[in-house]
């Protein structure tokens, strides 16, 4: 262990880091708003890079010029899923039912996903990937910056759209109060429609990067899920600010463990940290202690 | 009216006792041996989760917990293959319960949705801890010593133990249903604070149910290390089994006694067989999915409760004279 290798990973942490703050965003987003956690967060990434891979591999399309067509369908995807599935459930256990609903849309994407790629590990290739460049003494493929840019760009997007228009202040809305929200005449329905569709798009940039950055098959929606779910919860739940801060906390920590202590432990403190925080705070670090969790 | 209603668990038990004597190939057995040890773990699973509302998907972590337990016991403890494994069976119930008692402390700090993100978490815990420990064997395991019984026949006490294991579970499971201690579970469920204002201490009431579920599924944990002889890290803690049992007790309905005895029975005995059929676990993943998608969103009750709304809307509707249901026994009815 030395300065350069913590450095590096340091480096390394907030790069990657960025892009699991923009998925987990996407799921904290669809919690805020419509109260679902969504478990099949995990196989839309996948989903995301798996078409990221065949535009590549059998189009020739370049991986960021694909996201014009990725994103927009995975933002359809998730308009399907919650018009076809999500809005049905109702009552009481809804929550928990929506995790069981997502987690079967999960499942039936990864059966599919593995009959039509196999289970053979695969990863996207451009030359901005297999190419490095030398940052502060250390050399770094070129996808790792771009992929921060990349979502940095998609959290500013995100952001303003939040923060700056007329359709983001009804989601403010519905995020504080749902009740409130649809009284002052917000469409309750048709933001959480729309929150939805977005919370699942920027799967489809995260999943580039990701595919990019790993070899990855059907399987690892469930690493990803786990991890994005860490990292919400960590945040607080149905906080935006708390899932960037937490999600580049989290990688980063990750990445120093495991030059410090070896890799074998660096997932091992993922978990141990969300323990540890959500033993002092049950709330997460941003989260608001709701009054009553009926 | 109390002899219908529970007249036919006998016929049933019936059945289940009679079923190794007449199936003799060993391939259908060992679909009964499954089934039967995913309804004892989806029967206790539903004593606290069902019962409470609080869904825990870090039940493997009990699973693995009495598996790794047999594992390590007999080897350590040299017991020979003869059968003799089968008395360290609760022990690996009662090392669960170990375990689930700080598990249940971290967890249960937190309501619902976090609760079930915190099961996760710590599952996953485990699973690391037990890939990365040198006594557990890393990724490759652990082995048991080998039984040398006849393939004709090496099912059944299997058979007979799992089965065992089931109307213990369901027993337990009803006892905690009819007592002051189930009704203060359910009072959790519909409505925590009023609970605890009523007097109600929540959090012990939830830590004893916590891990008084581990007991059956630590159990099963600890008949399959033995059934299957080998153990890794990645299938005895396995994220799989967490959702699998859950889905069990919701697709039979959460909160019943028949529900998770029935959802696991026809998953389970369907995913073995659909294993069997089409060697690619890709497909049985897309039509599990989506018949799960259908129960959920047609019976979200589950298939227990639907059918018995039925029923009750058809007697009311043919005559008078039905009795209305019991409010002890009619499981979940919020909503």
Same mark, same amino acid.
């Given at each position: ?103 079967? #849309? ?189 | ?16 006792? #009679? ?41 493997? #972590? ?274």
């Amino acid at each position: 262990m030395n300065g350069t290798a913590v450095l590096h990973s340091i480096i390394d942490g907030v790069l990657t880091g960025s892009v699991y703050a923009l998925m987990a965003t996407g799921l904290t987003l669809i919690f805020g708003v419509m109260n679902i956690i969504n478990v099949a967060q995990g196989i839309f990434v996948i989903l995301g890079a798996y078409l990221s891979y065949a535009l590549s591999v059998h189009l020739g399309i370049d991986l960021f010029a694909g996201l014009a067509i990725t994103i927009p369908t995975l933002f359809v995807v998730g308009i399907v899923v919650e018009r076809a599935f999500l809005s049905r459930i109702k009552g009481p256990e809804r929550v928990v039912m929506s995790i069981l609903v997502t987690y079967a #849309v999960a499942l039936v994407i990864e059966g599919v996903l593995d009959m039509v790629f196999t289970a053979n590990y695969v990863e996207l290739h451009a030359w901005y990937v297999d190419q490095s460049v030398r940052v502060l003494g250390i050399w770094l493929p070129y996808i790792y910056l771009l992929g921060f840019a990349l979502a940095l760009v998609l959290l500013g997007a995100l952001y303003v759209m939040l923060y700056r228009t007329r359709f983001g202040a009804s989601v403010r809305a519905s995020l504080a109060n749902q009740t409130a929200a649809a009284l002052v005449g917000i469409n309750v329905r048709r933001v959480s429609t729309i929150c939805f569709g977005l919370g699942v798009a920027v799967t489809a940039a995260g999943g580039m990067i990701y595919g990019a950055t790993n070899a990855f098959n059907a399987n690892s929606s469930y690493d990803l899920i786990s991890r994005l779910l860490v990292i919400i919860v960590l945040g607080g739940m149905g906080s935006l600010g708390g899932a960037l801060v937490a999600g580049i906390m989290m990688i980063t920590i990750e990445d120093l463990v495991s030059v410090v202590w070896g890799s074998t432990w660096s997932n091992l403190s993922f978990f141990v940290i969300l323990v540890i925080v959500l033993s002092l705070r049950p709330q997460g670090l941003f989260g608001q202690r709701s009054v009553r969790v009926a | 009216m109390s002899r219908l209603k529970y007249g036919w668990w006998l016929p049933v038990l019936a059945v289940f006792v #009679v079923f190794p004597l007449v199936e003799k190939n060993p391939t259908y057995t060992t679909i009964g041996v499954f089934a039967l040890i995913f309804m004892g773990c989806a029967t206790s699973w539903n004593m606290f989760s069902g019962y409470s509302g609080y869904i825990n998907l870090g039940a493997a #972590v009990f699973y693995g917990t009495g598996a790794y337990t047999m594992a390590l016991l007999s080897n350590h403890l040299h017991v020979p293959g003869s059968g003799d494994q089968f008395w360290l069976v609760p022990v690996g119930g009662l090392v669960a319960m170990i375990v689930a008692v700080p598990f249940g402390l971290i967890a249960l700090r937190v309501r619902r949705h976090t609760f079930v993100v915190i099961t996760i978490a710590i599952f996953f815990v485990v699973q690391l801890s037990a890939i990365n420990f040198s006594f557990t064997g890393g990724t490759s395991g652990l082995s048991l010593p080998l039984i040398p019984w006849l393939e004709t026949n090496f099912n059944t006490p299997f058979y007979y133990i799992a089965l065992g294991i089931v109307i213990f579970a369901t027993l337990l499971s009803f006892a905690v249903r009819r007592s002051r201690f189930g009704l203060q579970l359910l009072a959790i469920r519909d409505d925590e604070d009023r609970a605890s204002g009523l007097g109600v201490k929540v959090f012990a009431v939830k830590l004893t149910g916590f891990t008084l579920s581990a007991f059956a599924i630590g159990m099963c944990g600890a008949l399959y290390a033995v059934f299957i002889g080998q153990i890794y890290p990645q299938f005895v803690f396995d994220p799989l089994f967490d959702i699998s049992i859950a889905l069990m007790a919701i697709f039979g309905g959460l909160g019943t006694l028949v529900g998770p005895l029935l959802g696991a029975l026809v998953l389970e005995s369907m995913q073995q067989y659909l294993t069997l059929q089409f060697s690619s676990s890709s497909l049985y993943l897309v039509i599990f999915g989506a018949l799960f998608l259908v129960i959920v969103l047609f019976m979200p009750q589950g298939v227990v409760v639907y059918v018995r709304d039925l029923w009750t809307r058809h007697s009311l509707a043919s005559d008078d004279d039905s009795t209305p249901m019991d409010p002890a026994l009619s499981g979940s009815t919020s909503a």
